[in-house]
């Protein structure tokens, strides 16, 4: 296939755009999004840029997003980068799959795959975020053998183990050593990546139109929702309970 040069000049200009800002907006650049939106060409190629920079290019609403590949270490995190952005200094592997864990509980709290939208609930309360995980954290490692641990992927026990080791502060202070302080951290990570809104001094977390799109879109399918929802052992405490 043949491309015209004004085509290919749009398309490299609209992944240069995506590389330098993540995203393009159609009310902050219309001309670009139309060219992306409305010229299969031009779309065809900023997707094979994206698959040779190890990225896919999605359109969610009005707005594009390029998103690296999930071992993407160019323009994504890398394992290490992102335990150094989410635990504290010196922190272990069990640190970094615990403030992955917190991120998939909060998630699953604001979001369930049902209806026109994923999206459940406006907001979320930290103390009552902070509850959640301990309580999941306790019934899977309490309950939880080391075959099903390594049949989910989690390990739960060790997670556990590294959550019971953070103090609970009653004032709320966000030291490096409380869980209002290891939460904190993650949470104003995710902010950074306008992924929510953190408003500290009300102790509350709501999901910006950028992650609530994304779920839509892209995470939260049916069997998506399902197997998450089995990770975290909700699926089996709602069958006990019926």
């Not at 994206?50 to 290019?57: F, H, K, L, M, N």
């Not at 959640?132 to 099903?148: C, F, H, P, Y």
């Not at 001094?201 to 049916?222: A, E, G, P, V, Y």
Request: negative net charge; charged residues 30%.
């Amino acid at each position: 296939m043949a491309y015209e040069a004004e085509e290919v000049r749009i398309s490299q200009e609209i992944f240069y755009t995506l590389i330098s800002k993540h995203e393009i907006r159609e009310e902050d650049n219309k001309e670009l999004f139309d060219g992306y939106t409305q010229n299969p060409r031009i779309m065809t190629l900023v997707k094979n840029q994206g698959d040779i920079a190890e990225c896919t290019v999605e359109r969610y609403g009005s707005v594009i997003y390029l998103i690296p590949y999930e071992d993407n270490d160019v323009l994504g995190f890398s394992k290490q980068e992102l335990k150094a952005k989410l635990c504290k200094s010196g922190a272990t592997d069990k640190d970094y799959y615990l403030s992955q864990f917190v991120i998939l509980t909060m998630l699953t709290e604001f979001y369930d795959a049902q209806g026109s939208s994923s999206k459940s609930r406006e907001y979320i309360k930290v103390g009552e975020l902070i509850n959640l995980v301990s309580d999941r954290l306790l019934e899977a490692g309490n309950n939880m053998t080391e075959d099903e641990e390594e049949k989910t992927g989690l390990a739960f026990s060790n997670m556990l183990e590294s959550y019971t080791a953070l103090r609970s502060d009653e004032k709320g202070r966000k030291t490096k050593t409380t869980k209002e302080g290891f939460v904190h951290r993650i949470l104003l990570f995710l902010q950074e990546q306008g992924l929510i809104e953190y408003i500290e001094r009300d102790d509350m977390i709501n999901t910006t139109k950028k992650l609530d799109s994304f779920m839509d879109w892209n995470l939260l399918n049916q069997n998506n929702y399902t197997r998450v929802l089995k990770v975290l052992g909700i699926i089996e405490e709602e069958e006990k309970s019926e």
